[in-house]
């Protein structure tokens, strides 16, 4: 390296190419899961069910271990890439993926 540049003379640029990649990959793949991991209020998540559930719903289920809550400030969230992956166990209900929650 002479004065704070990068000589790749060395490497044809299929080769930087290939390098780079999966440094890309990398910063796409945590980009999406950041958006998975949109946390909902109960308020939210009672709405995000079909048919509607209650809070009281909602914190039964939670209690059984249904459903996982995060407090974050004396406040009590749910990510909604668990609850998609929890409807499984909850067949009855379904995720309304028409509401603008994403």
């Given at each position: 390296m002479k004065g704070g540049q990068i000589i790749l003379n060395t490497f044809s640029p299929e080769e930087i190419v290939e390098m780079i990649k999966p440094l890309?990959?990398?910063?796409?793949?945590?980009?999406?899961q950041e958006k998975e991991e949109k946390l909902l209020s109960p308020a939210e998540v009672?709405?995000?069910?079909?048919?509607?559930?209650?809070?009281?719903?909602?914190a039964a289920w939670t209690?059984?271990?249904f459903l996982t809550e995060y407090r974050i400030g004396g406040r009590v969230y749910y990510k909604f890439s668990e609850l998609l992956k929890k409807?499984?166990?909850?067949?009855r209900y379904k995720i309304n993926s028409t509401l603008n929650i994403l």
């Open positions: 890309i990959f990398d910063a796409v793949r945590e980009a999406l009672c709405k995000l069910f079909v048919p509607t559930i209650s809070k009281t719903t909602l209690k059984k271990g409807r499984d166990k909850l067949s």
